[in-house]
């Protein structure tokens, strides 16, 4: 079956600016999580969402949001960019109650 | 909440040699361990996962760990490496304050498999 799918793989960004990043998952799985890597910070959660519904959200600002559609892909947007938010967004699915995510090959953001 | 360390930030293992790649874990209640790999430009791939049973959990690609509740560590090992295992592992475990699919992540170990 189809992997995780995430894109665009590549985009940059100007400060101030604003991105929508995408995933379509696994099909049959129902959670969407995303995550932001970088290599000061690490993994780091930002929000999973089950159904539609966002079910955990990490400690990030409020210009990191997400949604996710009743087909299950989900998207995330980052408002009014910062440099700081350069970084390797991915995307993890499950299925419910799933013990092991499936990572997506990520999006990799650079804010200029 | 839940987390891991992984204490060293490099390992340098020369090829055929057994590669361990060190993990600590601090939770409340059961753990559900992971580990993940990750190669470059890629996302992670899932390695093995300990949630209940023998403490020797054997996984993808000749990988192993084992599960130490005294020690509260998850040590990855593979008997023989090679160089194509040479990439960023990274140790997680299920942060259970917040529901099943938030995992808190390592800081990752960079490994060197050496020809």
């Known amino acids: 079956k189809a992997g995780v799918t995430q894109t665009p793989r590549y985009l940059i960004k100007t400060r101030g600016q604003q991105v929508t990043l995408s995933c379509s998952p696994i099909?049959?799985?129902?959670?969407v999580s995303w995550y932001q890597q970088t290599p000061g910070q690490g993994l780091q959660f930002l929000f999973e969402?089950?159904?539609?519904?966002?079910?955990n959200k990490g400690n990030f600002p409020g210009r990191f949001s997400g949604r996710q559609f009743s087909n299950s892909r989900s998207e995330m947007n980052v408002s009014t960019l910062e440099l700081g938010d350069s970084a390797l967004y991915l995307c993890?699915?499950?299925?419910?109650?799933?013990?092991?995510?499936?990572f997506g090959a990520g999006s990799r953001l650079t804010v200029l | 909440a839940q987390s891991v360390a992984q204490p060293e930030d490099q390992v340098n293992v020369a090829e055929g040699n057994p590669l361990t790649v060190k993990c600590t874990y601090s939770?409340?209640?059961?753990?559900?361990l992971f580990w993940y790999v990750q190669y470059p430009n890629r996302g992670l791939q899932f390695l093995l996962k300990?949630?209940?049973?023998?403490?020797l959990v054997k996984g993808s690609y000749g990988f192993e760990a084992e599960f130490n509740k005294s020690q509260t560590s998850f040590h990855l090992k593979k008997p023989s490496a090679l160089v194509s295992d040479s990439a960023l592992y990274f140790c997680?475990?299920?942060?259970?304050?917040?529901?099943?699919?938030?995992?808190?992540f390592g800081k990752g170990n960079q490994v060197v498999v050496i020809p």
């Open positions: 969402y089950f159904s539609e519904t966002q079910r």
């Open positions: 300990y949630i209940t049973g023998d403490n």
């Open positions: 993890a699915t499950g299925s419910s109650g799933a013990n092991v995510l499936t």
């Open positions: 939770v409340s209640g059961n753990p559900y």
């Open positions: 997680a475990v299920r942060d259970m304050d917040y529901g099943n699919n938030r995992l808190a």
């Open positions: 099909s049959g799985h129902r959670s």
